[in-house]
């Protein structure tokens, strides 16, 4: 069963041609559609205020923090983070965990998982 798993799991990854795992990448397009209606004031380079519908969220990209907590939870940018990097103009996939790209996914399936013999045997 186990070996079947490991299997079928790489067997997906091999075929995904996104920079993300589909989970991820439906997450980070959600993300995506609610940051539309925020806006977005500098504070630094790195620092952002985003206001989203009269709730104020402090926004680092240097350190992939937001006071939404989101950001460093699910470590993939939050509405507020994509409302900067749309702003900026920077690539959302840069501020994504290595953990979601497809590369990890095959290399945890990348070990064999050996048969086992006939309980008799």
Known sequence: MFGRWNYN????????FTTL???FQEM?????????RMTVEPSTEFVYT???GGRRFILNLNSKTCSCRMFQLDEIPCPHAWAVI?????????YCSDLFKPETVLNTYDVPVDPLPDERE
């Not at 799991?9 to 995904?16: A, I, L, P």
């Not at 749309?86 to 840069?94: E, M, P, R």
Request: with cysteine.
């Open 86 to 94: 749309k702003k900026k103009n920077l690539v959302a996939d840069d």
């Open 50 to 52: 985003v206001h989203d």
């Open 28 to 36: 980070l397009s959600i993300n995506e559609y609610l940051c539309l």
């Open 21 to 23: 795992g589909k989970k």
């Open 9 to 16: 799991n790489r067997r997906n990854g091999t075929y995904t």
